[in-house]
């Protein structure tokens, strides 16, 4: 486990769930569609196993999962709280 997440860590994570969307270019992976709820599920597991963190319910908004940096800063967040 890390201290902190990089967008790139977050991305390959990402491209193991969907390989098939441009997450360096996509802002809206959910509204396009290339992601769906089960997906979402996966990622939150993926983020559990990644950075032993729990992503809370209040967490799964579209600030948060809409692109790689938002989701990048709300594992970094979560992290930080972690440690707090």
Known sequence: MSDTATK????????????????????????EPHLDSFDVLQIASAFDD??????????????NFNNAQGLTDMVNRLLAEQDD
């Open 8 to 31: 790139e860590e977050i991305i390959d994570i990402l491209r193991e769930i969907e390989e098939d969307v441009d997450y360096e270019n996509c802002t809206k992976p959910w509204d």
């Open 50 to 63: 990644e950075f032993d963190i729990k992503i809370p319910a209040k967490e799964i908004v579209p600030e």
